[in-house]
C-alpha cells in the first residue's frame, strides 16, 4: 500500500506561481484531479512522479522525499500528457526500452506482461507513428507499467480516446484501483472524473480547492448553473422554448451561439433534445461552455 503526500508543496516557472501551497494525501484507489486548463495538475503531477523537484514543501511516497529517489522510481509508474513518443519505434520496443531503462532482470517478458494488460498486442509489432491517439496513451501506459507499479499517475488519460478504448481504460484503472494501487489520474472534465475516482481532489489556479468524496463535492456544485453553448436550425425558436419550458436558469443569443445556463446537468441533458424535438428544432452542437467548470471551480476556491 503506498501513499502520497503533497506538503505545504509549491512551484513556480519563473514569476509564474503553478503550484501554490498544497498540502494533499493521495491513498490506496483512484483518485481524481479535477481542474481547469492551466490549474497546475501536470506540474503536480510530474512532482508526484519524480520529473520535478518543488519549489518549497516536500513531496514524499511512503514519508521518503521522491526528487532523485531511485526506490520511489521504481515504484511509481507515470503516464504523461504529451502524446509524442519514440514514433519510429514499435509499440514493443518502447515497452522493452522502459523496462530496461528500470533495470529489469527480463525486460522482454516484462513488455510482454505490460503490452497484455493494456490489449496492445495485435499492435505491438507496428510503429508508433501508426497508432491512433487511443493506442499512444495505451502503449505508453505499457510503458508506465513494466515495473508493476504501486503507484500510477496518469495525467489526462482520456484526451482522444474513443468510447470503447474509454470504457477499456475504466476497466483497467478500475482494478487497479481494487488491487489496492494507488492510482491518480488527472482531467478537466467532471462527468469523467465522477465516474471513476473515489476520491476526487480540485485544483483551481495552483491552488487545493476541494477534496472529497465526488458526491460531496458535486453537491456544492449543484449551486451553480452548467453553461453550454449550442448551435441549432432555429436559435431563436429554441431559446423561446426553453424559456418556456422553465428549467433553464438563463438564455442568452449571442450571434449564431445560444448561451443556455442549466441548473442541473444530467436534467438538462434530457430536457434539451425533447425541447428541442417538440419545437422542431434540429441541435447542431451542444458544448459544456469550458468557463462553467471554471466558475464552479472559482466559486469552491471562494467557498
Ligand atoms: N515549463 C513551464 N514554464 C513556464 N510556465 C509553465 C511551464 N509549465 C507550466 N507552466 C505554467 O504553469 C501553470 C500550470 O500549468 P500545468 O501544465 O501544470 O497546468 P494543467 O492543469 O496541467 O493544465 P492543462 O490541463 O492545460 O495541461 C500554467 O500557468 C502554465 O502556463
Same mark, same amino acid.
Request: glycine share 6%.
Given at each position: 500500500m503506498a501513499t502520497l503526500e503533497i506538503a505545504a508543496c509549491s512551484r513556480w516557472y519563473g514569476n509564474v506561481v503553478?503550484? #501554490? %501551497?498544497v498540502t494533499m494525501t493521495i491513498g490506496p484507489g483512484i483518485t481524481g484531479l479535477l481542474g481547469p486548463n492551466g490549474a497546475g495538475k501536470s506540474t503536480l503531477i510530474h512532482m508526484l512522479g519524480g520529473f520535478l523537484p518543488p519549489s518549497t514543501g516536500t513531496v514524499t511516497l511512503d514519508g521518503a522525499a521522491?526528487? /532523485? #529517489?531511485q526506490g520511489a522510481y521504481r515504484t511509481i509508474g507515470l503516464v504523461p500528457?504529451?502524446?509524442?513518443? $519514440? %514514433? +519510429?519505434?514499435t509499440g514493443r520496443q518502447l515497452a522493452v526500452a522502459s523496462a530496461e531503462l528500470h533495470g529489469l532482470p527480463d525486460a522482454g517478458a516484462a513488455a510482454a506482461r505490460a503490452i497484455a494488460t493494456v490489449e496492445m498486442g495485435d499492435a505491438? &509489432?507496428? /510503429?508508433? *507513428?501508426? $497508432?491512433?491517439k487511443g493506442m499512444k496513451q495505451r502503449i505508453k501506459m505499457a510503458s508506465a507499467l513494466v515495473h508493476d507499479p504501486a503507484v500510477l499517475l496518469l495525467d489526462?488519460? +482520456?484526451? *482522444?480516446? &474513443?468510447p470503447r478504448q474509454r470504457l477499456h481504460l475504466i476497466a483497467l484503472l478500475r482494478s487497479m484501483g481494487a488491487e489496492g494501487r494507488t492510482v491518480l489520474f488527472s482531467s478537466h472534465i467532471l462527468e469523467e472524473v465522477e465516474q471513476l475516482a473515489h476520491q476526487i481532489e480540485v485544483i483551481v489556479a495552483g491552488r487545493h480547492a476541494a477534496s472529497g468524496d465526488y458526491r460531496e463535492i458535486r453537491r456544492l456544485m449543484t449551486d451553480r448553473p452548467h453553461q453550454y453553448t449550442i448551435t441549432s436550425s432555429d436559435n431563436r425558436v429554441l431559446a423561446s422554448a426553453l424559456v418556456a419550458d422553465g428549467s433553464t436558469a438563463g438564455v442568452s443569443l449571442d450571434g449564431a451561439t445560444l448561451r443556455v445556463q442549466a441548473t442541473e446537468f444530467l436534467a438538462f441533458a434530457e430536457l434539451l433534445p425533447r425541447v428541442a424535438r417538440d419545437a422542431g428544432v434540429r441541435l447542431y452542437e451542444v458544448s459544456p461552455a469550458d468557463e462553467s467548470l471554471e466558475s464552479v471551480f472559482s466559486y469552491l476556491v471562494t467557498a
Open positions: 503553478a503550484v #501554490n %501551497d521522491i526528487w /532523485k #529517489n500528457e504529451r502524446e509524442a513518443t $519514440y %514514433d +519510429f519505434l505491438q &509489432d507496428r /510503429k508508433i *507513428g501508426e $497508432y491512433s489526462e488519460p +482520456f484526451n *482522444g480516446m &474513443d
